[in-house]
């Protein structure tokens, strides 16, 4: 399959179990809803997919693909950087707020679903630094401080219902600036 046709299935699918997660709840969404949803045969697509936890994925990756579509290039300092990236990632979950929210919610009973989502959002974080092209402190250390970050911003983002997402904004900004002195002082040290 090229990247191409896998992109645009993957779009189908995302919009498919998001729709079922916010309309149903995500503990009720099946495979064979979402290949119906998503206009894939149901046999083809469980040859992709064995549980419903392993759509968390493909949801993930496109949110993160989506976000740094509409993010673009930002420049200027750090801080502002990520913090352009991060919120249009913020953008894109508030699009979809009632399927993230059952999502969410149902991964904290869920272990597997759990496991699917941080793998792949610490994978979309280290997306987010690959264009953010910036090369102190190495990847590892800035995907552990984002995550941490994010973390924060996503969790006042579940309490923030506001249209304009000011307390989520005012977390991530919070967190960038503490993260950004936290390496400041480990950039120091070593």
């Known amino acids: 399959m090229t990247k191409t046709k ?19 709840g995500w503990e009720n969404v099946t495979l064979d809803a979402v290949a ?25 990756k496109e949110i993160s693909r989506e976000a740094l579509a509409d993010a673009g290039k930002p ?3 750090a801080h502002d950087i990520f913090f352009d990236l991060l919120m249009a990632r913020f953008d894109v979950l508030q699009k979809n707020r009632k399927a993230i929210l ?12 759990s496991r699917s989502l941080t793998r792949e959002v610490l994978n979309g974080l280290y997306s987010v630094i690959d264009v ?22 996503f969790l006042a983002w579940r309490r923030d219902e506001s249209r304009d997402m000011a307390k989520t904004m005012a977390a991530l900004d919070r967190g960038l600036r503490l993260a950004g002195k936290a390496m400041g002082v480990l950039i120091q040290r070593f």
């Open 132 to 153: 953010a092209a910036l090369h102190a402190p190495p990847r590892p250390v800035l995907a552990a401080g984002l995550s941490a970050v994010y973390g924060w911003a």
């Open 75 to 77: 420049s200027g300092a």
């Open 36 to 60: 119906r949803g998503a206009k894939i045969s149901p046999a083809l697509f469980k040859k992709r997919f064995v549980e419903p936890h392993e759509l968390a994925a493909v949801i993930v």
């Open 102 to 113: 059952s999502i969410a919610e149902a991964a904290r009973c869920d272990l597997a679903l």
């Open 6 to 24: 896998t992109q645009t299935e993957n779009a189908k699918i995302s919009a498919a179990a998001l729709h079922l997660a916010a309309t149903q």
